[in-house]
């Protein structure tokens, strides 16, 4: 089973920049109809005029939406279901990253991510599911991360919240089987992108290595969508990487993550004395793409 995407009115969250904005330029050419949701109307508005512009018989609906607040996305979902009818594709790329350890990331950066990473997912997917159920086709595409397939230190909550992504995900795929309707995870390693903006990255972010360009990550993420794959793992170093993990025993990963668990706190507390001894740069901070 493929999903319907040419000629399809496809929904894409966290459309203003990063996955979101490069998934938006290249579906922009297939697709009948773009439904672009992020917070920042000026980007949205911005990037709707390039897409536009560039395919003048495309149709393109902004709608500007904090998916972290539960009411207003309520009213968002609602206002696309009355300008735009059914939505055939809908792709959940929006997402917030945070690294730090637990005990000293805030509790309301947090909050916010798993609103967003977790309950914001979710709430889309209910409401768009079902017409595409009733109508035997549609597609679903969920971001969800390396990191919703391991563990890593640092990224306890960020962790926490795309293993949801991933078992639900997973699940969805076989309830809906037989129904018409496509349901794929993607599951990206690190991206040169806004993304890894954010305090810490440098010291606790994974090797330069690994890093993909955006393009080349949705490039690849469409191409396994449109064959309907049920996880999807862009760029050959980190499928080799997961294929390396997949063979090591649990424990060995659990002693890895300790020993580089102690030697990040070790880092830290070093760069915490030479910046400034008096303030720690263990700050937090959730990076929206």
């Not at 640092?154 to 309707?181: I, N």
Request: aromatic share 8%.
């Amino acid at each position: 089973m493929k999903p319907f995407l040419n000629n399809a009115t496809i929904l894409i969250t966290g459309a203003s920049s990063g996955m979101g904005l490069e998934l938006s330029r290249q579906l922009a050419a297939e697709a009948k109809k773009l439904i672009l949701l992020a917070r920042r109307a000026n980007k949205l508005n911005t990037v709707a005029k390039e897409l536009k512009k560039k395919y003048p018989g495309l149709s393109v609906h902004t709608i500007s939406c904090d998916i972290a607040d539960s009411t207003i996305l309520k009213i968002c979902c609602e206002d696309i279901k009355k300008e735009n009818g059914q939505v055939d594709v809908l792709i959940n790329a929006a997402g917030n990253g945070h690294i730090n350890f637990f005990e000293d990331s805030a509790i309301d950066e947090i909050e916010r991510m798993i609103q967003v990473n977790v309950n914001g997912l979710t709430y889309l997917t209910h409401q768009f599911l079902p017409s595409m159920i009733q109508r035997g086709y549609g597609g679903i595409l969920n971001y969800s991360s390396f990191f919703g397939l391991k563990t890593l230190p640092a990224f306890a909550a960020y962790t926490g919240s795309k293993h949801y992504v991933t078992g639900f995900t997973e699940t969805l795929r076989a309830e809906v089987s037989g129904t018409g309707v496509v349901v794929s995870g993607v599951y990206p390693g690190p991206v040169k992108s806004a993304f890894w903006d954010i305090p810490n990255a440098e010291q606790m972010g994974p090797p330069s290595f690994l890093f993909i360009s955006i393009k080349h990550c949705v490039h690849e993420t469409l191409k396994g969508f449109r064959k309907g794959k049920a996880s999807i793992i862009p760029g050959l170093r980190m499928r080799l990487f997961l294929t390396f993990l997949k063979f090591t025993p649990t424990s060995i990963e659990r002693l890895i993550n300790a020993v580089m668990a102690r030697n990040l706190r070790r880092k830290m507390k070093t760069l915490n004395k030479i910046i400034n001894p008096g303030l720690s740069v263990n700050k937090s901070r959730c990076k929206a793409i």
